[in-house]
């Protein structure tokens, strides 16, 4: 335990056997021995180990019983199940009771250390994957703008400042940066939080119903008009009116939403008598209102009566750091519990994207992939395309994925050959991606000595230089 290595526990009731993995793994792990199921269970009764790798076939408690005691008392542990009586159903059902993997004597060295070394890295994503739910948990929310970022929690600090005051106020930013839940969260930051908040997309209302919508029409104001109907300024009265897209209200309604501001008051179309309205207006936009107005496009007075205080939304890509948590609180909210979280390379992607619709986009990503995933955890591949996850070369499997019939139908040894080799191709191709071709980095990572990872890299057939940056 003191040197740091992770801890191992093998156990078999031959002590050949023993000896024969205290030898493969010896150097990279602290390796425990027992000769046989009880010992092993009293040792997994006063400590915890990373691996358990133990024979199935053993006098008293068997591998079965062994791999149930440890699900049971240390779920995080991963499990390797190794006989000599091989076969598909009891492979089928030890994964089924939690194992990690399967090895069927006789077995290469170099196997054994790439299976203890790909169980070691489960355990270490489940465990990054639940520290970050925590995180993800306990991240702070601004009535739904959530984030650690500076860039959001300077944005947090301005809101939480002007929200109590009776100012017209400005969000600005890209599209899906959250500029409706900093309207919503300025209401209710508010003394008006007890009165209504009204909230219009202008850019999605017809040009000829704005002014309706807006401010009301008499009753026969226009053709259709079969009755007198409030505009949304009187729904909002005594609370908060969010104009999103403001930007995008035609010239003429300019000047009266500009009047409405100045006066305090609103005319309903088709009559001359004022209704006096008490509403804060907060408006949003995409746009830049200095360009609009420079275009003729937004008037002057106008832009000048409603920007009292601009708070800019930062986009997402300004605070990358929010995306993993962001990410993994989406996936909560995904309806898949059974998914422990992303892959490295997985929330690498999701960190380098661009991102050009921002947490909008960010949820509906994720969203797609949790939709997709086949596997206890999102992996690149699970994203929607336009992400980049396809930028490194991937060296194409010579064994495609066999369904279990197919499988059935093979001799054993042809069938977990060609499966093994599947997923240790998978495997190394994964790592080298991660690190970019660095065969010592990988090394470490996968916990062998780097001529066994270059032994398993030209088995394999993954070449290094594939995944060279810049190649």
């Not at 030890?94 to 890295?121: H, N, Q």
């Not at 925590?134 to 650690?148: I, V």
């Not at 309205?277 to 995409?286: N, P």
Request: charged fraction near 25%; charge should be neutral.
């Amino acid at each position: 335990m003191s040197s740091g290595k992770p801890s191992v526990l093998v156990v078999d009731d031959k002590e050949n056997m023993l000896k024969l993995f205290a030898r493969i793994l010896g150097d990279a792990y602290a390796v425990t021995t027992a000769p046989d199921g009880l010992q092993a269970l009293a040792l997994l009764s006063a400590r915890a180990f990373d691996v358990v790798v133990t024979d199935i076939q053993m006098p008293g408690a068997d591998g079965f019983t062994v791999l149930r005691e440890v699900k049971r008392r240390a779920p995080d542990t991963e499990v390797v199940l190794v006989t000599a009586y091989a076969s598909i159903p009891k492979a089928v059902e030890a994964i089924k009771e939690g194992a990690y993997d399967y090895l069927s004597k006789p077995f290469d060295p170099d196997e054994v250390a790439l299976v203890v070394a790909r169980a070691l890295e489960r355990q270490r994503q489940s465990r990054d994957a639940r520290g970050l739910a925590a995180r993800a948990s306990r991240m702070p929310d601004f009535h739904g703008l959530r984030g650690t970022s500076p860039a959001l929690q300077k944005t947090h600090a301005l809101l939480a400042q002007v929200a109590s005051r009776e100012l017209t106020v400005v969000l600005t930013g890209e599209t899906g940066t959250g500029k409706e839940l900093a309207a919503r969260a300025l209401h209710r930051e508010s003394p008006r939080r007890d009165k209504p908040f009204v909230a219009v997309n202008c850019g999605a209302l017809p040009a000829e119903l704005v002014e309706s919508e807006l401010f009301g029409h008499a009753k026969g104001a226009f053709t259709g008009a079969t009755g007198a109907k409030a505009g949304l300024f009187e729904e909002a009265h005594g609370g908060t009116l969010f104009l999103d897209e403001v930007g995008d209200l035609p010239l003429p309604v300019q000047v009266k939403l500009n009047r409405a501001l100045q006066e305090k008051e609103i005319r309903r179309v088709g009559t001359t008598t004022p209704v006096t309205v008490d509403v804060r207006v907060v408006a949003a936009t995409h746009r830049d209102l200095a360009q609009e107005v420079s275009a003729g496009r937004f008037r002057e007075d106008l832009y000048y009566r409603l920007g009292g205080v601009t708070v800019r939304m930062p986009a997402l890509r300004e605070r990358r750091e929010d995306i993993p948590l962001l990410a993994m609180h989406f996936l909560a909210g995904a309806n898949r519990p059974e998914l422990e979280g992303f892959t490295p390379q997985a929330l690498r992607t999701l960190t380098d994207a661009p991102w050009p619709g921002n947490v909008r986009q960010l949820q509906n990503a994720v969203a797609r992939a949790a939709a997709v995933a086949a596997g206890p955890r999102i992996v690149p591949e699970d994203l929607p395309p336009e992400l980049g996850t396809a930028r490194v070369p991937v060296v194409q499997m010579s064994v495609g994925p066999l369904p279990a019939e197919a499988l059935a139908k093979q001799p054993y040894r042809e069938a977990v050959d060609r499966v093994r080799d599947a997923v240790s191709r998978d495997y190394l191709t994964a790592l080298m991606q991660e690190f970019s071709g660095n065969v010592t980095h990988a090394a470490e990572r996968a916990g062998m000595e780097r001529e066994s990872l270059h032994r398993l890299l030209k088995r394999y057939g993954v070449r290094t230089e594939d995944f060279k940056r810049g190649d």
